[in-house]
């Protein structure tokens, strides 16, 4: 099972809007067949294992990282591919989370007179697909925000001056987080300070980590363009310039707003945008409107690049899952703008308690991973 959720990692950048699966086929002892779901809307895990493994996968037994699915999307149930290649008994890490699936295709095994068993390193297993996980259990995405700080916590000069802080090292870092991501949310204040492009850029990705981690990183797939994320404007008022660099990037942009200007909205279209109207909370886009928007449309991870703002506001209505904060060796001053606006801290007990789950260093930075503890 190990082996299995290793296979699933491989799909990491690939797969979205679909969960990350692997799966082995053993047969006396020995692995006759192994396959991970690469690309959307091509063989999922348990077809690409039963392929490789050939007639051997008769009275085998398959480990499998998410429960065999059991309704027809773009390809066929893979609870009937098992059953037609007569295997004896399918281990699952955990039970699929999707509503469609939620136990049916164990059920549609068991019904055939294969043995089955869930729940064998489920919580690796899950690591694998937190967004999917999360989106079918809630209604909203995983939220990953990311910032790039000096060693005094500071993430632009007063001026809104901020490239750059991190080094070249995290900057190449950044882009596997993006790949990974679905959708990339930010501030019109960023892109009328910045002018970011957010895309993934092949040409600065790094080298694959050697690492037995299943999610440590992979080169792309053999004639695979990497699939460029969802990038999101947040734009109350529709400030964004219709000649931002953003919006002439291969994939498309959306922007959310709470007040659309038609003559405004209209040269936004026209340079390749969609707008898309969401409800207000305190002058501004509600965040966990846009969360659910993006949930909607099948998004299961989100980053958040931004500035101190808005990244304070997501941490501060509790929406993020996962802190990914790069200090780079430099002070900025006290004047320089936090890396987060926290409103509403005034005691010790009102601090936020944070777990660091990961700490390495990248170049001449240091990465630090956190999780809230709620």
Request: aromatic share 4%; hydrophobic share 40%.
């Amino acid at each position: 099972m190990a082996d299995a959720i290793r296979l699933a990692g491989r799909g990491l950048y690939t797969t979205h809007p679909n969960p990350r699966v692997g799966c082995v086929i053993v047969k006396g002892g020995v692995v006759v067949g192994q396959g991970w779901h690469a690309i959307a809307g091509q063989g999922h895990a348990e077809v690409n294992a039963l392929r490789a493994a050939g007639p051997a996968a008769q009275g085998a037994t398959v480990y499998v990282s998410l429960e065999p699915c059991s309704h027809h999307g773009k390809t066929p149930p893979c609870a009937d591919a098992l059953i037609q290649a007569g295997v004896a008994r399918v281990i699952s890490a955990m039970e699929d989370p999707n509503p469609k699936v939620s136990g049916s295709g164990h059920q549609r095994l068991q019904a055939a007179g294969i043995e089955t068993a869930c729940g064998l390193l489920e919580t690796q297993a899950r690591a694998v697909n937190p967004g999917f996980y999360k989106r079918m259990q809630t209604g909203l995405p995983w939220v990953f925000l990311k910032s790039a700080m000096s060693v005094d916590g500071r993430v632009a000069m007063a001026s809104g001056e901020s490239q750059w802080i991190s080094c070249g090292n995290s900057r190449a870092d950044v882009q596997r987080l993006r790949a990974r991501v679905e959708a990339i949310v930010t501030g019109v204040d960023t892109v009328l300070q910045d002018n970011p492009a957010l895309t993934v850029r092949p040409e600065l990705w790094p080298a694959p980590v050697a690492s037995d981690e299943p999610l440590s990183g992979w080169s792309w797939p053999v004639d695979f363009a990497p699939l460029q994320p969802l990038r999101v404007i947040l734009d109350s008022r529709l400030r964004t310039p219709p000649d931002a660099a953003i919006l002439r990037q291969p994939g498309k942009t959306l922007i959310a707003c709470i007040d659309r200007d038609e003559g405004k909205a209209r040269l936004l279209e026209q340079a390749g945008a969609e707008i898309v109207l969401l409800p207000a909370r305190a002058g501004r886009v509600d965040l966990q409107s846009l969360l659910q928007e993006l949930a909607r449309r099948e998004v299961n991870e989100v980053l958040v690049e931004t500035g101190g703002q808005l990244a304070g506001s997501f941490v501060n209505e509790q929406l993020v899952d996962e802190w990914i904060c790069y200090m780079a060796p430099k002070l900025m001053g006290s004047s320089a703008r936090p890396v987060l606006a926290l409103a509403g801290i005034n005691t010790m007990s009102q601090a936020h308690d944070l777990q660091l789950t990961d700490l390495r260093q990248i170049g001449q930075d240091i990465r630090m991973t956190y999780r809230w503890s709620r």
